[in-house]
């Protein structure tokens, strides 16, 4: 398609934009534990299990400094609560991470924790599969259809952007 040669450098830059104004019009910030925070006696994968994870998401930990810590681990590390792979190493007691790749994230607590079930893993998602550049043709040409999976937002911003979009891919 002659659209697609088009769609490089800037252009790129652009459809990553308006994806990202699509999908992440707020992004979550997961807190570990909830009100519980990362503490023991607190069932982790009840917690993971009730959150959805998506690219560009946060998670935080909070907990008494002098008792836990967060290490970021590998699954070798997690299944066995070791740490000498550790990928990071955070002790602040209040840790905030930016979840900027879709894969499956490790971390444990390095002061003992992990063995009575202070240790997290979960996937993060890459953004629902619209096909955004579908999604921003028909808005275009049928001015605020929504089609299966359309994410759009009652949003002007949101509107723009797609038909910027829209304009760059098929414009030029
Ligand atoms: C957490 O709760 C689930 C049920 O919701 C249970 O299957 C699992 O064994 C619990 N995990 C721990 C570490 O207690
Ligand atoms: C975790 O890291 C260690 C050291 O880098 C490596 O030997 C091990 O194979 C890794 N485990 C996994 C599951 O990737
Ligand atoms: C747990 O550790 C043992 C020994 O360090 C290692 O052989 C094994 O591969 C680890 N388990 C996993 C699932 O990585
Ligand atoms: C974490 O950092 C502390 C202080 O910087 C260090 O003493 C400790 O060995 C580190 N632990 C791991 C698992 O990297
Ligand atoms: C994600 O963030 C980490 C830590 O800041 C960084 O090392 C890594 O390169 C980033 N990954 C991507 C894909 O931007
Ligand atoms: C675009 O519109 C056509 C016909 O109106 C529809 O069949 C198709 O599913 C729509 N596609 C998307 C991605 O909304």
Redesign the pocket.
């Known amino acids: 398609m002659e659209g697609n040669k088009r769609l490089s450098g800037p252009w790129l830059l652009l459809a990553a934009l308006a994806m990202a104004m699509v999908h992440h019009v707020s992004a979550t910030d997961h807190i570990v534990g909830a009100n519980r925070g990362w503490n023991p006696g607190v069932n982790y994968t009840d917690w993971v299990n009730s959150q959805t994870f998506v690219l560009l998401d946060w998670i935080s930990f909070r907990y008494q400094r002098d008792q836990h810590n967060v290490i970021q681990v590998n699954q070798s590390g997690y299944d066995n609560c070791t740490m000498d792979n550790a990928i990071g190493n955070w002790s602040s007691g209040k840790d905030f991470f930016f979840l900027n790749e879709s894969k499956r994230y490790y971390y444990i607590d390095g002061k003992g924790g992990c063995y009575g079930g202070m240790k997290i893993t979960f996937f993060v998602n890459k953004p629902a599969p619209a096909?955004d550049h579908?999604?921003a043709?028909?808005a275009t040409a049928?001015s605020g259809?929504?089609?299966?999976?359309?994410e759009l937002r009652p949003v002007g911003f949101t509107v723009s952007a797609l038909l910027m979009l829209a304009g760059a891919l098929f414009s030029f």
């Open positions: 096909p579908l999604v043709v028909n049928k259809g929504s089609g299966p999976g359309c």
